[in-house]
């Protein structure tokens, strides 16, 4: 394995994978790193915006042949009982990440990315194109270019604007991830958003198999509880009455429950230390839109059309930059704050119990409210 590259990827989630398989079908060499082992579970709600399925066929997934719940029919409940139901126009699919980016990695590998499992980057150094180092726990790197795909969470090395940061997080903007897998009554092409005081809970086939149980709330309402989740759940989920009788009458294929911490949502930077940045790592939009997913392979696809034009000499590296922080804006910032609005609508008694009623009696706004967080298929 020589240890030089043209573009190096820190994190391989859905955006640094699909980023590598499009430079790598361009005969650019690319690294990419992934802390973890594939295939391995990650705490998502599993539930892919239709928008994204031609372009992940396009990369080699086989969708046609997996078999994959096509989710057409959206409900979601207050925590007083009440339930809205809507016909979504674009959809979306269900596939488990242990499943999806497993196999991502694979296509990546077959076209000749060099992947580099169980490594985690904790520096990087230099700077200018050609000079640059990677330090791993499995050695030293070098590539002409760098860009992180690295998640939610900002490693130490990434250096951002403190302007971007500068906001004190609370505990009510810190939140927490939880996601069981469930054997449940529900249609197949549904998926329910149920909420509670603080929180919402997503329910929804993945695959062949199971469903996927997720919810997403604030930090506070687990300290409250002690830190238990079991103690959280019961005290606080179960007042919504329809998601209590997920809890009580589905089977729960894991007992124990994969928890994620300290997640916030904001824009970041789509440049920081001459490192590109893509999905959750650039910026991330509230769960409840359900496209997170779509969002990253979205932006590895911007990018991968500007690094390639850079690559075969067409464009200036600072172009290439420039380009991509327009690209993304455009692309992005409109939903994450339509997301982050709506986020404010969800999770409270009286409030989201007011407007789901009132949303029910108006499904084009309802259309218009979904189509915010969602793009064109790409
Ligand atoms: C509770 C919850 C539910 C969600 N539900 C949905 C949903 O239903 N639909 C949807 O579209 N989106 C959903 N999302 C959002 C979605 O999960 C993310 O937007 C998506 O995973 C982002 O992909 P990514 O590739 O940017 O990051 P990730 O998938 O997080 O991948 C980052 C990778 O980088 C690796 N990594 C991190 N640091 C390093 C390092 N230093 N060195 C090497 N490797 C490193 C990590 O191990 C990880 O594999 C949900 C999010 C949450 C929190």
């Known amino acids: 394995m020589s240890n030089t590259y043209d573009c190096a990827i820190i994190g391989g989630g859905l955006a640094g994978l699909c980023l590598s398989i ?43 042949e997996l078999d994959l719940p096509i989710i057409n029919e959206l409900g979601i409940s207050s925590e007083k009982g009440f339930m809205l139901n809507h016909q979504l126009g674009l959809g979306g699919f269900g596939i488990s990440r242990f499943t999806l980016d497993s196999q991502l990695a694979k296509i ?18 230099g700077s200018g194109v050609g000079n640059r180092r990677i330090e791993t726990t499995r050695g030293l790197f070098e590539s002409k270019i760098i860009c992180g ?24 903007t810190k939140f927490i991830g939880v996601k069981y897998y469930i054997n449940t009554n529900l249609a197949a092409n549904r998926i329910e958003l149920h909420n509670f005081q603080d929180g919402y809970c997503g329910i929804s086939k993945v695959g ?17 509880n002690g830190n238990d989740i079991k103690q959280m759940e019961g005290q606080i989920l179960y007042k919504n009455p329809l998601l209590k009788q997920y809890f009580t009458e589905s089977e729960f ?25 893509l999905g959750d790592s650039a910026g991330s939009i509230t769960p409840l839109c359900g496209n997170g997913m779509s969002m990253g392979m979205r932006a590895s696809k911007l990018l991968a059309d500007l690094l390639i034009p ?6 200036t590296l600072g172009a290439a930059a420039t380009n991509y922080q327009k690209a993304w804006d455009y ?16 999770g ?3 409030t989201t119990d007011i407007a789901l009623r009132a949303l029910s009696k108006f499904p084009l706004l309802m259309n218009k409210l979904v189509s915010l967080t969602h793009g064109e298929k790409f």
Request: with cysteine.
């Open 108 to 125: 990546a590998a077959d076209k000749g990315v060099e992947i580099v499992q169980n490594c985690k980057v904790y520096n990087v150094s």
């Open 22 to 64: 499009q430079l790598a079908e361009h005969g650019i060499s690319v690294v990419l790193f992934e802390k973890n082992q594939y295939p391995f579970h990650k705490v998502c709600g599993e539930y892919i915006s239709m928008e994204s399925w031609d372009f992940l066929a396009r990369l080699g997934m086989p969708l046609n």
């Open 310 to 315: 850079y690559f075969d000499e067409k464009i």
């Open 331 to 346: 692309a992005f910032e409109k939903r994450i704050k339509s997301g982050y609005y709506l986020q404010n609508l969800f």
């Open 149 to 172: 795909s690295y998640g939610k969470y900002t490693p130490a090395f990434i250096n951002s604007d403190p302007d971007f940061n500068k906001t004190k997080q609370s505990e009510s």
């Open 253 to 277: 294929v894991n007992s124990q429950a994969m928890v994620i911490s300290n997640i916030q949502f904001q824009k970041k930077q789509t440049l920081v230390n001459e490192i590109f940045l």
């Open 348 to 350: 409270k008694k009286n």
């Open 208 to 224: 062949t198999g199971a469903y996927c149980l997720c919810y997403l709330t604030t930090a506070k309402n687990l300290r409250e």
